[in-house]
């Protein structure tokens, strides 16, 4: 899923020391047509991310516990989920993003129906 061109600095062993944390959600839901999981456009603005479709998700804040709780939060204010509904199952691989140096945490989850979610 890298973009093209890929930026070889996302593959480098050491992060740099300054980089940021995120957290995302991949979040699977049924629905009467089958499974499925939000997205969000990014508003159009100054920056690197602009105008993207992406999962759920942004910075670590202090108050947050650890990633997946930053994950659940962003989601919840992002599309309308309730945190405390849904099933961790897991995370994915860390991908460092170098444009934005973010380090993205995907974090899988489920909900048992789709209560809440902004279509």
């Given amino acids: 899923m890298s973009p ?7 593959f480098e062993p050491v992060l740099p020391a300054d980089h940021r944390k995120s957290g995302v959600l991949i979040l699977f839901y049924p629905d009467e047509r089958g499974a499925f999981f939000p997205l969000i456009k ?3 603005y100054v920056g690197f991310h602009s105008g993207q479709v992406a999962f759920p998700g942004g910075k670590m804040e202090l108050s947050d516990a ?9 989601a919840e204010e992002e599309v309308g989920v309730d945190r405390d509904q ?12 170098p444009t934005s140096n973010f380090l993205v945490s995907p ?7 789709k209560t809440g979610i902004h279509s």
């Avoid at 849904?86 to 991908?95: E, F, K």
């Fill in 66 to 74: 650890d990633i997946i709780q930053t994950a659940l939060r962003e």
């Fill in 42 to 44: 990014r508003p159009e």
């Fill in 4 to 10: 093209i061109p890929i930026d070889i600095r996302r």
């Fill in 86 to 97: 849904v099933r961790v199952l897991g995370r994915l691989s860390d991908l460092y993003i």
């Fill in 107 to 113: 974090v899988v989850g489920f909900l048992e129906k």
